[in-house]
């Protein structure tokens, strides 16, 4: 159970470590992924929590990476990609097939790769404790958690997860950190994930895969997104050698 005790500690650590934010409520968050800012009048509302869901290869990680990616080498905001689908090597040699050098920009110290599976045994408070300390060591604006399925996953109960999400929400809301949260959709299901995610994030964003004359092929849809005048259509994705891209016209 996810007791008084942990729960203290978390708001103590946000406490203590301030790094409030005065948000201007036009301002937004460019992602740089092609196709997909004009879609959401220009980018993210700053500091919002955006769901980004999908089954297996819808492509996730890679919209994802995009986002902290661009950010870094584009708009000069430093971010944290947390992974707990897949360790760091794994994501960025992956990556690097688009283009993507992750090595490159931790070394330069624009980014920082937090693989949260070596830190699986410390508990679901030492996860959140660690992100936000890496935040806060390399000023970041952009946060990744890929996937927030796995990361919560070690909650025995819905009331846990329900209030660390509720939690982990404030926390990064003080700080203006725009905060991408993949989540895995299993064939079929009728709720994302663990069921309660989307009622917390300002925004959901699906990638969604289906065959079309024998071939794979993705789609994409904004779902919902708050204060934003976005598109309400499905919109066809191509994964190219520099990573996705947003059809900007829609699927008829």
Same mark, same amino acid.
């Given at each position: 159970?996810?007791?008084?005790?942990?729960?203290?500690?978390?708001? #103590?650590?946000?406490?203590? +470590?301030?790094?409030?934010?005065?948000?201007?409520?036009?301002?937004?968050?460019?992602?740089?992924?092609?196709? /997909?800012?004009?879609?959401?009048?220009?980018?993210?509302?700053?500091?919002?929590?955006?769901?980004?869901?999908?089954?297996?290869?819808? &492509?996730?990680?890679?919209?994802?990476?995009?986002?902290?990616?661009?950010?870094?080498?584009?708009?000069?905001?430093?971010?944290?990609?947390?992974?707990?689908?897949?360790?760091?090597?794994? *994501?960025? +040699?992956?990556?690097?097939?688009?283009?993507?050098?992750?090595?490159?920009?931790?070394?330069?110290?624009?980014?920082?790769?937090?693989?949260?599976?070596?830190?699986?045994?410390?508990?679901?408070?030492?996860?959140?404790?660690?992100? *936000?300390?890496?935040?806060?060591?390399?000023?970041?604006?952009?946060?990744?958690?890929?996937?927030?399925?796995?990361?919560?996953?070690?909650?025995?109960?819905?009331?846990?997860?329900? *209030?660390?999400?509720?939690?982990?929400? +404030?926390? /990064?809301?003080?700080? &203006?950190?725009?905060? =991408?949260?993949?989540?895995?959709?299993? #064939?079929?299901?009728?709720?994302?994930?663990? &069921? !309660?995610?989307?009622?917390?994030?300002?925004?959901? =964003?699906? /990638?969604?895969?289906? !065959?079309?004359? /024998?071939?794979?092929?993705?789609?994409? *849809? !904004?779902?919902?997104?708050?204060?934003?005048?976005?598109?309400?259509?499905?919109?066809?994705?191509?994964?190219?050698?520099?990573?996705?891209?947003?059809?900007?016209?829609?699927?008829?």
């Amino acid at each position: 159970m996810f007791d008084l005790d942990s729960e203290f500690i978390l708001v #103590k650590y946000a406490v203590q +470590r301030p790094t409030l934010c005065v948000i201007r409520l036009s301002e937004r968050v460019p992602t740089g992924i092609d196709g /997909l800012d004009t879609l959401i009048e220009g980018g993210f509302p700053r500091g919002d929590v955006i769901l980004v869901a999908g089954g297996s290869g819808s &492509g996730k990680t890679i919209f994802s990476t995009q986002f902290i990616y661009n950010g870094a080498t584009r708009y000069g905001e430093k971010g944290v990609y947390s992974t707990f689908e897949e360790d760091s090597k794994t *994501l960025k +040699r992956n990556m690097l097939r688009f283009g993507f050098d992750l090595v490159k920009l931790e070394q330069e110290g624009a980014i920082k790769v937090v693989d949260l599976e070596t830190l699986k045994g410390g508990g679901l408070s030492a996860n959140v404790e660690y992100i *936000l300390g890496t935040l806060n060591a390399i000023k970041g604006k952009r946060l990744v958690i890929d996937s927030l399925t796995a990361f919560l996953s070690a909650c025995t109960e819905k009331l846990e997860y329900r *209030l660390l999400m509720h939690l982990i929400y +404030r926390m /990064l809301k003080t700080r &203006g950190v725009t905060t =991408i949260m993949t989540c895995s959709v299993p #064939k079929g299901a009728k709720t994302l994930g663990l &069921g !309660i995610e989307e009622f917390v994030a300002d925004s959901v =964003i699906f /990638l969604e895969n289906s !065959i079309d004359n /024998l071939e794979l092929k993705t789609r994409f *849809l !904004i779902q919902k997104m708050r204060g934003t005048d976005h598109s309400r259509k499905y919109h066809n994705v191509i994964v190219t050698d520099k990573g996705l891209q947003i059809v900007p016209f829609t699927i008829t």
